[in-house]
């Protein structure tokens, strides 16, 4: 892998609003972390673990406000969250309905949307039973590993 190749991830990232890339490949590693800047705003990302860089993107454009830290969660309220970085779905396809709107009451087993994660349909399960009261992103847009999605009532 050359540097052009390392531009161009860095790109990605930058376009897709990742803060973290990994790729390893027989001999070869590389981690690219991008700065936050999380700044007084708390904007920045809270869930991710501290890593080793080989490469570093310093500074990076502000962080994508789809991606700033929820409100707090109020008080007797559950957050389905995000099992892995990919693309935010609502429904199973574009021509499909959304599988859970506000208002409706989910079971451990409902399946509430999808994250497409390297061309992967991975169904995003509430586990645990209550009536969606928040729906906390846009459709298509990407999540980090750890971040909430959905907020439920418990039942």
């Known amino acids: 892998m050359d540097l052009k190749d390392i531009k161009a991830i860095i790109d990605l990232m930058k376009k897709n609003a990742l803060t973290e890339f990994e790729m390893e490949k027989q001999d070869f590693k590389i981690k690219l972390k991008r700065a936050t800047n999380g700044g007084?705003?708390?904007g920045g990302l809270s869930n991710i673990e501290e890593l080793p860089v080989a490469y570093a993107v310093p500074g990076g454009p502000a962080p994508n406000p789809a991606l700033a830290a929820p409100p707090a969660t109020p008080p007797n309220t559950l957050e389905i969250k995000s099992p892995m970085v990919g693309t935010f779905y609502r429904a199973p396809s574009p021509e499909s309905g959304n599988y859970i709107e506000i208002g409706s009451?989910?079971?451990?087993?409902?399946v509430v949307c999808i994250?497409?994660?390297?061309?992967?349909?991975?169904?995003?399960?509430?586990?645990?039973?209550?009536?969606?009261?928040?729906?906390l992103l846009d459709n298509a847009k990407p999540v980090e590993f750890g971040q909430p999605l959905f907020r439920i009532r418990p039942l």
């Open 115 to 135: 994250v497409e994660a390297m061309k992967v349909m991975n169904e995003i399960k509430a586990e645990a039973r209550g009536v969606i009261t928040q729906v």
């Open 40 to 42: 007084a705003g708390g």
């Open 105 to 110: 009451e989910v079971n451990p087993d409902t």
